[in-house]
């Protein structure tokens, strides 16, 4: 995954992969979240699709599942950090398939600390109703971590840069 004898022309590819990524993932959230605060008071429900998906919209100060309610500077500095160790491993992997899955980490830990910032608290909206309600910045970062550990567990070697 990271290799010390990197070329920087393929680092920096690697890096703006995830870059990209990271920023259409954090646009994509940003605006369907802005949508669900124009058009959803906190707490109201609107089915979408059958009985499968429904919109409802919460407002959550705390982490995953809404645990740890109110530890909201915690949670901004968490993923602050977040954010810049995967910018900073952006820029050391070699595959792209490693890159894209820091970018879908890197775009879903963006997207809540901006809510975390400006909103203090991060607005979840999404509701299939067999798990707790989400939006897409946790979808991409969950996507992001099951990717990044199918890419090391399949090829290992190469993950770790051999």
Not at 18 to 36: R, S, W
Not at 57 to 85: E, K, Q, Y
Not at 127 to 151: E, H, K, M, S, Y
Request: proline letters at 5%; one cysteine or more.
């Amino acid at each position: 995954m990271f290799g010390p004898s990197l070329t920087a022309p393929l680092a920096t590819a690697q890096r703006v992969r995830t870059l990209l990524t990271a920023g259409l993932v954090a646009t994509a959230d940003q605006a369907t979240k802005a949508l669900v605060i124009a058009r959803l008071a906190p707490g109201q429900v609107t089915h979408l699709i059958g009985p499968y998906l429904w919109l409802v919209r919460v407002d959550n100060t705390g982490a995953a599942f809404s645990l740890m309610r109110g530890a909201d500077p915690i949670l901004a500095g968490v993923a602050a950090v977040l954010c810049a160790a995967i910018a900073w491993a952006s820029g050391r992997t070699r595959r792209p398939a490693l890159a894209y899955a820091l970018g879908l980490m890197l775009g879903g830990a963006a997207g809540n600390l901006v809510d975390r910032l400006v909103r203090h608290g991060v607005v979840d909206f999404l509701d299939v109703r067999i798990w707790p309600v989400f939006n897409l910045a946790d979808a991409a970062l969950t996507i992001g971590a099951v990717w990044l550990v199918v890419c090391v567990v399949w090829a290992p070697d190469e993950a770790r840069g051999g």
